[in-house]
């Protein structure tokens, strides 16, 4: 081999390399975003929504409480993994055009829906759910609305029903995450 070879061998490694950085640094950035850190879950969310907006070409409406609090580290990063997995699901199986996102909070619990219109939840699935309790993600629970078996409204939940958050549930899928939270604290979290 000579040296022209060699030297683009080399070039091409290291342009390999840069690629593998810049990747490497991406994913970092979306698995932990320092945006959580710095400024909490309603300005990560924001920004994830936005970019994940652009990147995908689903219409995203996030519906934010005004005045969210921070809320502990482990809670904030529960919420944006609960949002970016739905979201990944909803690009990977739903075939939705649109998604609803929506966080509210009371004095016992934050509660995150991501709302999708897409295909719903394959029979399949539903009744392996059904019969050996597993087969839906990292669910806590479920619950299906409409007739003959169709599913109308699919939900990871814990506690307390999907159906009737003002979501809506004629079609596709929603997913609800409610984590219960203590007042009295510097943050927000048990």
Same mark, same amino acid.
């Given at each position: 081999?000579?040296?022209?070879?060699?030297?683009?061998?080399?070039?091409?490694?290291?342009?390999?390399?840069?690629?593998?950085?810049?990747?490497?640094?991406t994913l970092s950035h979306?698995?932990?975003?320092?945006?959580?850190?710095?400024?909490?879950?309603?300005?990560?969310?924001?920004?994830?929504?936005?970019?994940?907006?652009?990147?995908?070409?689903?219409?995203?409406?996030?519906?934010?409480?005004?005045?969210?609090?921070?809320?502990?580290?482990?809670?904030?990063?529960?919420?944006?993994?609960?949002?970016?997995?739905?979201?990944?699901?909803?690009?990977?199986?739903?075939?939705?055009?649109?998604?609803?996102?929506?966080?509210?909070?009371?004095a016992q619990s934050i509660?995150?829906?991501?709302?999708?219109?897409? !295909?719903?939840? #394959?029979e399949e699935i539903l009744?392996?759910?059904? %019969?050996? *309790?597993? =087969? +839906?993600? @990292?669910?806590?629970?479920?619950?299906?609305?409409?007739?003959?078996?169709?599913?109308?409204?699919?939900?990871?939940? !814990?506690?307390? #029903?999907?159906?009737?958050?003002?979501?809506?549930? %004629?079609? *596709?899928? =929603? +997913?609800? @995450?409610?984590?219960?939270?203590?007042?009295?604290?510097?943050?927000?979290?048990?």
């Open positions: 081999m000579g040296q022209e070879e060699t030297a683009g061998l080399v070039s091409d490694c290291l342009r390999t390399v840069q690629r593998c950085i810049v990747e490497t640094r979306l698995l932990h975003p320092p945006l959580l850190d710095e400024a909490g879950f309603a300005s990560a969310a924001r920004c994830y929504v936005e970019e994940f907006d652009k990147r995908s070409e689903i219409d995203l409406r996030l519906e934010l409480p005004d005045g969210l609090p921070r809320l502990t580290p482990a809670l904030e990063l529960a919420l944006f993994r609960a949002l970016q997995e739905s979201l990944t699901n909803v690009h990977r199986y739903s075939g939705s055009s649109s998604v609803d996102i929506k966080v509210t909070m009371d509660v995150l829906i991501v709302r999708d219109y897409g !295909r719903g939840i #394959p009744r392996n759910f059904h %019969e050996h *309790g597993s =087969g +839906v993600g @990292v669910g806590f629970g479920f619950k299906t609305g409409g007739g003959g078996g169709a599913p109308s409204c699919g939900a990871m939940r !814990r506690p307390g #029903p999907v159906c009737g958050t003002g979501v809506g549930c %004629e079609a *596709g899928v =929603g +997913v609800a @995450v409610a984590i219960p939270v203590c007042r009295g604290r510097e943050s927000t979290g048990c």
